[in-house]
């Protein structure tokens, strides 16, 4: 239950706001694409399928953003109770397969995309072909580093629950070689 004296820190409306004015954006944006690949251009191609699984799964990545943002995620910890700060940090632990899955999805759209369009440029087709799955497998091993940094996993929510963790630092490095 959020405390009295922390009503001005709870930052989980801004959190809700912020996700989901951006998805709203993104949404948007796929539609016009599509609307244009489809309607005006009339050839939609397998970029275009694959921005839109990734859409669906920022889509699936935010709700549960939300259902974390109404356990307490956003909340001064001090302000929730213990069972709380697990239930938020396990909604927002969960939440980020989608999240992730869905940017480095919406990165080999565009990763296709440019294919196409550089279908002769071979060079430039191999550096695609080369970054593209450098960076799907940072995006693995983040994480599978995610959810494995803590034995027993659950410690990872709970901290209560005795175990070990990695150095933080670890999941922080992976994840900004990742994006």
């Known amino acids: ?17 912020v996700i989901w004015l951006g998805s709203g954006l993104a949404l948007l944006l796929v539609i016009l694409r599509l609307f244009t690949r489809i309607r005006v251009i009339r050839q ?3 970029d275009d399928a694959v921005m839109v699984l990734a859409m669906l799964l920022d889509l699936l990545g935010m709700s549960i953003v939300s ?9 001064p ?39 196409r369009i550089f279908s002769k440029h071979v060079l430039l087709r191999r550096f695609l072909y080369v970054m593209t799955t450098i960076n799907t497998l940072a995006a693995v091993v983040a994480l599978i580093v995610q ?3 803590c034995s027993p996993p659950q410690r990872v929510w709970d901290r209560s ?19």
């Open 147 to 149: 959810y494995s940094q």
């Open 44 to 46: 939609a191609g397998l």
């Open 1 to 17: 239950m959020p405390s009295q004296q922390f009503p001005q820190r709870d930052k989980g409306p801004t959190i809700n706001a």
């Open 77 to 115: 910890m001090e302000a929730l109770a213990p069972g709380q700060v697990v239930n938020a940090l396990r909604w927002s632990l969960v939440s980020q397969l989608p999240i992730v899955l869905a940017l480095q999805i919406a990165r080999i759209s565009i990763a296709i995309f440019l294919l």
């Open 67 to 75: 259902v974390a943002v109404h356990a307490g995620f956003g909340q």
């Open 161 to 179: 629950v005795a175990g070990t963790c990695l150095d933080p630092s670890i999941e922080r490095d992976l994840q900004v070689l990742s994006s």
